[in-house]
């Protein structure tokens, strides 16, 4: 049944994109042997111009039980059906074998699966340890009070004391997590930009926000306004360890059994997921892009990220995000005065606004109501925060 999925969604997706002109690259081989670490991105890369459109001409060999069941040492050949291009699995007969091979074939018996549409080792971690919860989840969440012999931080092994937790039962794991960014709605005071990203300070969370001490000459002035207290949408929060509940009370007694962080005070306290993901993406475009689309976070780098690396997306499940939506992401053009015009001219004269700059693609593959994570398959420049999103078939 679950192969029969597979297929159905895979055919409507083809009738999706059918109406789009598929673009072979000029370079394009006849055939390609699949390799260890490759995934069905970068074999459509070898392909097509906008390797998105790979569902419309893929097509299995008739021998293949599962078409998306592509192995390492698999033949990949281009074929034309009908006159459309085809991409077809496995050994074709009537293939003229003095076709050149990119590559020697591996043997089946040395892979451990097939190749994915992603890869798995990229986005992982962003399954897994991240959450994204909005400001209703976020509001009276458990959090660390102390620490053992109140030290600032504790790991494996350690006792931490957690208030807020509802009935605690001794021996209920439970993940520690930190957050990260406070997401904002700017949308009420704002043409361009909906959607904002704050960083926390650590610790900062665990009061509402209307009682935060102010950290710097905004938050103390202006940033106090109502007009400036923008509505919460959203807060990201990262694990930080894994830990069993060792006695119930006010405060409840946690013992930490696993850890990728230290914990702090000020740290939340929020139920494991032991949701299973669906690990198969079938790249789309959306049939209308919200205009607050953006880039909202970049993940693990201060300048921007490129190839296989994370951001965070102003879409969500509310927008009708779902995994495997794909988008062109474009660099805001700056704008600039022109020195031909006096500084005497008017202003919509001296002022001229640069075009957008095509940065690269990228595919959604965990949304959350509001926000979403994505990859980027590639990119001519490094994707930035503020950066917009198009249809993945803009490039200009």
């Known amino acids: 049944m679950k192969r029969l999925l597979i297929i159905m969604a895979i055919v409507g997706l083809a009738f999706s994109v059918q109406a789009q002109d598929i673009e072979l690259r000029e370079d394009h081989p006849r055939e390609y042997i699949v390799q260890q670490g490759d995934t069905l991105w970068d074999i459509a890369s070898r392909f097509l111009t906008r390797p998105w459109q790979w569902p419309a001409i893929w097509q299995a060999n008739p021998q293949i039980e599962n078409p998306h069941l592509i192995f390492p040492g698999d033949r990949i050949s281009l074929e034309f059906v009908g006159g459309e291009p085809r991409l077809m699995v496995g050994e074709r007969p009537g293939v003229d074998d003095s076709i050149r091979r990119l590559s020697p074939e591996i043997r089946r018996s040395q892979v451990d699966g097939p190749i994915s549409t992603i890869p798995y080792d990229a986005i992982e971690p962003?399954?897994?340890r991240p959450r994204v919860l909005s400001a209703e989840e976020f509001e009276g969440l458990p959090y660390v009070v102390a620490n053992v012999e109140q030290r600032i931080m504790t790991g494996p092994g350690d006792r931490t004391y957690v208030r807020g937790m509802d009935n605690p039962r001794p021996g209920q794991e439970v993940i520690i997590a930190r957050v990260t960014y406070e997401f904002e709605d700017r949308s009420s005071n704002s043409e361009d930009i909906k959607l904002r990203r704050n960083r926390i300070r650590h610790g900062q969370g665990t009061v509402p926000r209307s009682e935060r001490r102010p950290g710097n000459v905004w938050r103390h002035t202006l940033?106090?306004?109502?007009?400036?207290?923008?509505p919460v949408i959203g807060y990201e929060l990262?694990?930080?360890?894994?830990?069993?509940?060792v006695q119930?009370?006010?405060?409840?007694?946690?013992?930490?059994?696993?850890?990728?962080?230290?914990?702090?005070?000020?740290?939340?306290?929020?139920?494991?997921?032991?949701?299973?993901?669906?690990m198969t993406f079938f790249p789309r475009a959306m049939d209308n892009i919200p205009d607050h689309a953006r880039v909202?976070?970049?993940?693990?780098?201060y300048y921007g990220v490129g190839h296989f690396q994370i951001v965070a997306i102003s879409l969500g499940t509310a927008d009708g995000i779902e995994p495997?939506?794909?988008?062109s992401a474009f660099r805001p053009g700056a704008t600039i005065q022109d020195e031909r015009y006096s500084m005497f001219s008017r202003a919509a004269e001296r002022e001229v606004t640069l075009p957008d700059e095509y940065a690269g693609q990228l595919m959604v593959f965990r949304p959350f109501e509001r926000i979403s994570y994505a990859i980027v398959l590639d990119g001519r420049n490094a994707i930035r925060a503020d950066d917009r999103l198009a249809h993945p078939d803009r490039r200009l």
Request: charged fraction near 30%; glycine fraction near 8%; aromatic fraction near 14%.
């Open 126 to 128: 962003f399954l897994r």
């Open 223 to 230: 940033g106090r306004m109502e007009r400036f207290n923008y």
């Open 238 to 245: 990262w694990e930080a360890a894994r830990a069993r509940v």
């Open 248 to 278: 119930a009370g006010d405060p409840t007694i946690l013992e930490l059994i696993d850890g990728r962080r230290e914990v702090m005070v000020g740290d939340f306290v929020l139920p494991i997921d032991y949701h299973v993901y669906d």
């Open 296 to 301: 909202l976070t970049i993940s693990e780098a």
């Open 324 to 327: 495997g939506h794909t988008f």
